[in-house]
């Protein structure tokens, strides 16, 4: 079974950073591409970062190029996303999910909330 | 970036009936068109990719459509299990995009 779970979540100040992790279990993580999605307290979907398997390919929407890393470690099957100079429209549910096939997502961790806030 | 607009927001549907689900792409995604459903409090779940295609284990009432830049989603007759939000998503061109989503309510 497919389980991706995320930690390093909760409460920073304005300006801060914080560096999210997805443990990842149940299939071959090493050869899945993964990527990093944010939901907005009551809001929509955004994608935030991909990297390939190799991590020899990364994207960011221009929302968060900068200020998001994306990386991961294929012998201890985590994902990683650092953030920086968070604020407050950063707050959201932080999910990663695994590509399937193309750039579409197969599945999904439960989440994990970050809050800015003062 | 290729903006993703769904429509209607909000649809009221009796539970039996049938929901039709609208994704429009401000620009051609080809068939690179994936549907999600999400209920509250969890991860959405992953129900047509390929614009057309069901993922593993989704149940034959879901289905989806088109091409380009329109798209269309079925529910052929709701169960109570399908009131939800609906998303789309284009992996034609980076960066991802979602559409807003549409929300599916009992009538």
């Known amino acids: ?118 | 970036e290729i903006v993703m607009t769904q429509s209607p927001a909000t649809l009221s549907v009796s539970p039996g009936e049938r929901a039709t689900l609208s994704c429009r792409a401000d620009q051609s995604v080809s068939s690179k068109l994936a549907w999600y459903q999400q209920k509250p409090g969890q991860a959405p779940r992953l129900l047509i990719y390929a614009a057309s295609a069901r993922a593993t284990g989704i149940p034959a009432r879901f289905s989806g459509s088109g091409s380009g830049t329109e798209f269309t989603l079925t529910i052929s007759s709701l169960q109570s299990e399908d009131f939800a939000v609906y998303y789309c998503q284009q992996y034609n061109n980076w960066p991802l995009t979602f559409g807003g989503g549409t929300k599916v309510e009992i009538k």
């Open chain 1, 1 to 118: 079974e497919v389980q991706l779970v995320e930690s390093g979540g909760g409460l920073v100040q304005p300006g801060g950073s914080l560096k999210l992790s997805c443990a990842a279990s149940g299939f071959s993580f090493s050869t899945s591409d993964m990527n990093w999605v944010r939901q907005a307290p009551g809001k929509g979907l955004q994608w935030l970062s991909h990297i390939s398997s190799s991590s020899t390919n990364i994207h960011y929407p221009d929302s968060v190029k900068g200020r998001f890393t994306i990386s991961r470690d294929n012998a201890k099957n985590s994902l990683f996303l650092e953030m920086n100079s968070l604020r407050a429209d950063d707050t959201a549910i932080y999910y990663c999910a695994r590509v399937a096939g193309w750039l579409y997502f197969g599945d999904w961790g439960q989440g994990t909330l970050v809050t800015v806030t003062s």
